[in-house]
C-alpha cells in the first residue's frame, strides 16, 4: 500500500498538480485584491456612492448586489486569464502533436537501452583490470 502512495507521489502529475495550486491561489489573491481595491468602489459610485453603495434595502433586508456583480466580475477575469493562458496553448501544442508537427518525448531505442544496462552492470561490478579491446587483463 505504500509503495502505491509512493509511485502516485513520484509520478510528476502531482508535483504539477501542486504547483498549479500554489499558483492558482496567489493569482486569485490577485484577482480578489482588485475587486476590492477597483471594481468594488467602482460599482458602489455607480450604484450611488457613499457608504451602502451597489446595496439595495428592502423592508430592512439588505441586498448587495454590487459585492455580488465585483465577485462575478472576478471569477469572469480568473476564467479568462486560465483560459487563454493555460488551455488554449495546452490544446494547440496537443493538435500539433497529434497532427504529427510537433513529436512528443522520443523513447530511448534499443541499443540506448543495452547500453544503459551495460554501463550499469560494469558499475555494480565495481573497478576492475581491464586490458586492451575490454578484456580482462591477466595478472
Known amino acids: 500500500m505504500l509503495k502505491g502512495f509512493k509511485d502516485f507521489l513520484l509520478r510528476g502529475n502531482v ?3 501542486a504547483v498549479a495550486v500554489v499558483i492558482g491561489t496567489a493569482f486569485g489573491s490577485v484577482v480578489t485584491s482588485f475587486v476590492n481595491s477597483f471594481l468594488t468602489p467602482l460599482i458602489g459610485l455607480v ?3 457613499g457608504e451602502f453603495g451597489g446595496e439595495l434595502v428592502v423592508n430592512e433586508q439588505r441586498f448587495t448586489w454590487g459585492a455580488f456583480l465585483s465577485s462575478l466580475i472576478g471569477f469572469v477575469l480568473t476564467a479568462a486569464v486560465v483560459y487563454f493562458v493555460v488551455v488554449v496553448p495546452m490544446r494547440r501544442l496537443i493538435e500539433r502533436r497529434a497532427s504529427g508537427a510537433e513529436p512528443g ?3 530511448p531505442n534499443e ?3 543495452l547500453a544503459e544496462i551495460r554501463d550499469l552492470l560494469r558499475a555494480q561490478q ?6 586492451p579491446a575490454g578484456r580482462p587483463g591477466r595478472p
Open 15 to 17: 508535483v504539477d498538480l
Open 47 to 49: 450604484g450611488g456612492g
Open 105 to 107: 518525448p522520443a523513447a
Open 111 to 113: 541499443v540506448e537501452l
Open 126 to 131: 565495481g573497478p576492475t583490470d581491464r586490458g
